[in-house]
């Protein structure tokens, strides 16, 4: 059964600092992983994503794929308190347009 | 305006019932989809439809049908409700594709009791 790893379940940072998110997938196979970003009693919303090895910046989000270790992080620079929330990885099974999610990690970034 | 709504927020319900969960999209997607989030558990994708056709079906049980009357609704339907189906049920939309984002609707958090 394909799955998603996230650590840690929760990370406290001061603002400003940088936070660092990392995430497991069982398939290489997969087409594309995804960040999402989850508030209380809301739906997730798309950060960014990654098809390639390698990394991809998008403002203060850096995310950073192996394929071959099955490895993603998420970092978010200069974290402001705005960016407390649940942070959800996820991938697209290859063959299936289904995104299947890890647990997530409670962000809480003091101020 | 909200681009995909999910009605209603939120639902009580007692074991045994039915109930339906309606969810409309104005992104001009072609495909949708069901989610559940359920406590202490990951999101769990359970449906997706194209061109108003069931692409793929993770569900075990046939008591969860979507219904989809025109393009941007898809609907989903729970019969002989039980507590344990007590989650919240997000509906989302996306262009056709895995290599697409999914836009998630706000969620109808359902209480079986």
């Known amino acids: 059964q394909e799955k998603v790893q996230q650590s840690p379940e929760s990370l406290i940072v001061p603002e400003g600092a940088m936070s660092s998110l990392n995430c497991t997938f069982s398939n290489s196979a997969s087409q594309s992983i995804w960040w999402y970003q989850q508030h209380p009693g809301k739906g997730p919303e798309a950060l960014i994503s990654i098809f390639s090895n390698g990394n991809k910046k998008e403002g203060r989000l850096t995310v950073y794929l192996n394929r071959a270790s099955l490895h993603v992080s998420l970092h978010i620079r200069d974290s402001q308190p705005s960016d407390s929330a649940v942070y959800l990885c996820a991938f697209a099974s290859s063959g299936s347009w289904q995104l299947i999610f890890g647990s997530g990690t409670q962000l809480t970034v003091m101020p | 305006d909200p681009k995909i709504i999910q009605k209603p927020k939120y639902l009580v319900a007692v074991t045994g019932s039915e109930k339906i969960l309606i969810c409309e999209q104005y992104?001009?997607?072609?495909?949708m989809y069901w989610y559940r989030q359920s406590a202490k558990k990951p999101l769990e994708f359970m449906f997706s439809y194209s061109y108003q056709k069931l692409m793929d079906n993770q569900t075990a049980s046939s008591r969860f049908q979507p219904q989809s009357s025109k393009k941007n609704h898809l609907d989903l339907q729970i019969t002989a409700l039980k507590p344990d189906d007590s989650a919240t049920y997000f509906c989302?939309?996306?262009?056709?594709?895995?290599?697409?984002?999914?836009?998630f609707g706000p969620g109808t958090r359902l209480t079986v009791l």
């Open positions: 992104l001009g997607h072609n495909a």
């Open positions: 989302a939309s996306s262009q056709q594709g895995d290599s697409y984002e999914q836009y």
